[in-house]
């Protein structure tokens, strides 16, 4: 079977159930990616417009080649319209779920602050169990923080959400109840530690 007709199975793991003293729950998992490295020398009219540099080309399907090796393909993806965004998010689709054009594109990520994310987020469906939502910083640097508080490591460098990086949050809650502190576990991982 070609890659365009790969399959593309939902992460099993989401379905599975956690129990702890305080409550049972189906996991969900939220993928935050950062949009990858931008063109400021493109000539582009506006931000807007910004597209990705070579590196953010590189990254991108690295990134989704990764993601789909672990499992991580999600029910629902919701991207700002940007265009850094969109062709991060093509390239990322391109290894981790070809084909796949069920995409949300919410003009409301782009430049969104922290309660604009909340509010797109607590409006998903329920019946989802991952969500990959795609954007930009300050807005999922601050997102991220909100929700995994003192789980998200600190860098070395001081940068909590390079480009292209993707934080996996795993929650306990429904979509409509996320606050601070929802996060149980959060991984994030970089481009950079990539293999080759």
Known sequence: MGD??????????VFELYTDTRSMAIKRTLLILR??????????????????SKRGRKDSPRMGKW????????????SSPAKRARQTLELVCSELCPG????????RIYMA????????????????????????????EDLLLHLAGNLVPEPADGKTLPTATLAEIEL???WHELQADSARQVKITRPRNLPE
């Open 4 to 13: 365009a007709q790969r399959d593309c199975p939902i992460n099993d793991k």
């Open 100 to 107: 796949r054009d069920n995409i949300i594109r919410d003009e």
């Open 67 to 78: 993601m789909h090796s672990r499992g991580l393909v999600p029910e629902i993806i919701i």
């Open 172 to 174: 306990d809650c429904h």
């Open 35 to 52: 949009h990858a490295k931008s063109d400021w020398s493109a000539g582009a009219s506006d931000d807007f417009k910004r597209p990705l």
């Open 113 to 140: 602050d922290l309660q604009a994310l909340l509010e797109v987020l607590r409006e998903s469906p329920d019946r989802a169990r991952s969500i990959l939502l795609v954007g930009h910083n300050p807005g999922l």
